[in-house]
């Protein structure tokens, strides 16, 4: 019994060892894993997450690409297997982007798509699908739900709270 107390004593158990927001390693995600078509996409960040949140962003980003890659024509489902084909993207998650941006394909990084966290739910996915299939530059914002596809966020996450938060504290608005 004495050596139980002890244990309950211990600094680790004294939420020392607790998780704490670090830079999560990216995750590849092909077909096997998640992927609706066939493709590869890497997903990185620099942002701080707790790796419960991480996995949980990381799921949003393909249930979106899933649902946009449904919802395109097949030209465009094309550009995706281009573009997703071969060695794959990268998707960047980045809490903010010049000029109130929700997504770009930069010039010479045909194959990174950098996007916004807050617009992972209403990103243009279509017009960054060609972008990237075509080796073009493109920027994009929220777009509203066409042909009556659009992907909802059924439930509120810790981790949309602390996102939202984070936005609110930043830019001294309400959620």
């Known amino acids: 019994m004495a050596f139980v107390i002890a244990l309950g004593a211990c600094p680790a158990d004294s939420g020392d060892s607790k998780e704490k927001p670090h830079v999560p390693k990216p995750k590849t995600i092909t077909q096997t894993n998640g992927l609706g078509f066939n493709g590869k996409v890497t997903i990185s960040t620099s942002e701080l997450y707790l790796n419960a ?4 962003v990381v799921a949003s980003v393909i249930t ?7 919802a395109s024509p097949p030209p ?14 990268e998707i960047v998650l ?7 941006k929700n997504w770009e394909v930069r010039d010479g990084e045909f194959r990174t798509l950098y996007l916004k966290i807050g617009s992972i739910a209403t990103a ?3 017009t960054a699908f060609i972008a990237m299939g075509t080796n073009s530059t ?4 929220a777009s509203p739900a066409k042909g009556g596809v659009f992907l909802a966020i ?8 602390r996102h939202e938060l984070r936005h ?4 001294g608005t309400a959620v």
């Open 53 to 56: 949140d991480w996995d949980e």
């Open 64 to 70: 979106a690409l899933n649902a946009a890659y449904t």
């Open 76 to 89: 465009i489902q094309n550009q995706v297997t281009i573009a997703f084909g071969g060695n794959g993207v």
């Open 94 to 100: 980045v809490d903010s982007l010049a000029d109130d």
């Open 124 to 126: 243009d996915y279509q």
């Open 138 to 141: 493109g920027v994009g914002k």
């Open 154 to 161: 059924q439930r509120r996450t810790p981790f949309l709270e």
């Open 168 to 171: 609110c504290v930043r830019t």
